[in-house]
């Protein structure tokens, strides 16, 4: 059995990791790490996990927790994993990190959008972990760092069409909403249920969001030449799911019929992505729970725009889910092992 430590397991990604792991036949889960909740039994913290995970939280000692650990997910906030990843790779140990520490090839990148990073020497040996664009480069990578919830929306959504060089790069708008999970389990006013749930609004409006330079990346190296998004993230009152709709100038002469079947034969042999039938589109409903990226497209003909709506469950495909998938790619597990399970509605 692998030993696998969670780093931050009393977070939103990391009971939902323990969650998944439960139901993983190769994994056992040897520590579960806190910062404030350091000494409880992490199933008084989420009691889904009673009678299933006896372990206590622990304090985050970089050292102990190697010990105990073949492979550590770290799923902390960032800066926060930034300061022990290293200690673990030099450990010898294989990690997975949820935070956007090790997602930039560029320090600069990173440091103009998030803080100084403390170990950009790291940054060109960590492999970006959506298996569905690097799955080869992430089978033997010593650190994954797993994409941010709306890149991973996005990029499945767009790949197909900046691949295939079927749209004007310079087009692309992104009009994405989030559950409210999205924003971790940390006390903050502005996600307050009566801050919430009676509404639906923008935030990090005019290109401020931390994501639009990971989407930004990834989509450039796949289109061999700058993609430029517009990007508007949206908060709606729901506990999680993310649907992305995007939209963007067709540099071809292509049908509704042309697009589902350019995306099916894309993402053919794909377990986690679903293309839907011509004039079928996804609902986060669709997703919740599972390890699904859903995708429908068509154009505008009137405009000569593509539109891509693409739905996954933040906390799986968008976190979680994809850190197992991640986990099994490098493990050598089937890619779908622990993560079968089927969305939450019929
Ligand atoms: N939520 C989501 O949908 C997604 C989140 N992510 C990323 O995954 C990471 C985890 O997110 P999420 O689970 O939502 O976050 P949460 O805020 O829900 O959980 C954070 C976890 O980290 C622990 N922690 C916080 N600060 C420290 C610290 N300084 N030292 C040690 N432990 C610490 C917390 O422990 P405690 O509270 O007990 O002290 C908790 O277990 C983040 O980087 C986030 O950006 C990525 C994709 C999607
Ligand atoms: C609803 C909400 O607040 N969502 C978060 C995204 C969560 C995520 O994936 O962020 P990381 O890149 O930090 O991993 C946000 O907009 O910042």
Not at 12 to 27: C, D, I, M, N, S
Not at 250 to 266: I, K, N
Request: glycine share 10%; proline share 7%.
């Amino acid at each position: 059995m692998l030993k696998v430590a969670v780093v931050g397991a009393s977070g939103y990604t990391g009971v939902e990791l323990l969650r998944l792991l439960h139901g993983h036949p190769e994994v056992t889960v040897s520590c579960v790490t806190s910062e404030q909740n350091a000494g409880r039994p992490v199933a008084e913290i989420f009691p889904t996990l009673r009678g299933r995970y006896a372990q206590q939280l622990e304090n985050l000692e970089p050292v102990r927790v190697a010990e105990k650990a073949d492979l550590i997910f770290t799923a902390l906030p960032h800066k926060a994993a930034m300061e022990v990843v290293p200690t673990f790779l030099k450990l010898g140990k294989r990690v997975v990190d949820l935070s956007a520490d090790y997602r930039f090839n560029d320090a600069a990148v990173y440091e103009s959008w998030y803080e100084p990073h403390l170990n950009p020497e790291l940054l060109g040996q960590a492999v970006y972990g959506l298996p569905e664009v690097r799955r080869a480069e992430i089978v033997p990578a010593q650190l994954v760092g797993n994409p941010g919830c709306y890149p991973t929306c996005t990029i499945l959504g767009l790949q197909p069409l900046v691949r295939q060089g079927v749209i004007d790069p310079t087009t692309v708008i992104v009009d994405a909403k989030s559950g409210v999970s999205g924003a971790g389990r940390g006390a903050k006013v502005d996600n307050l249920y009566c801050e919430v749930n009676e509404g639906f609004k923008p935030y990090g409006v005019g290109g401020v969001h931390r994501h639009l330079p990971e989407i930004e990346q990834e989509l450039s190296l796949l289109a061999g030449e700058q993609v430029m998004i517009s990007f508007t993230p949206h908060l709606v009152p729901m506990d999680r799911g993310i649907l992305a709709t995007s939209y963007a100038r067709l540099a071809a002469d292509l049908s509704p019929a042309d697009l589902v079947r350019l995306f099916g034969e894309f993402y053919a042999g794909e377990p986690f992505v679903r293309v839907l039938p011509q004039g079928s589109f996804p609902s986060t409903a669709h997703v919740r729970g599972a390890n699904f990226c859903d995708i429908g497209v068509t154009v505008d003909t009137r405009t000569g725009r593509v539109i891509v709506v693409s739905a996954i469950d933040n906390l799986v495909k968008g976190a979680a889910g994809q850190a197992v998938q991640n986990m099994n790619l490098m493990c050598g597990f089937p890619e779908t092992m622990g993560l079968d399970g089927l969305a939450l509605f019929p």
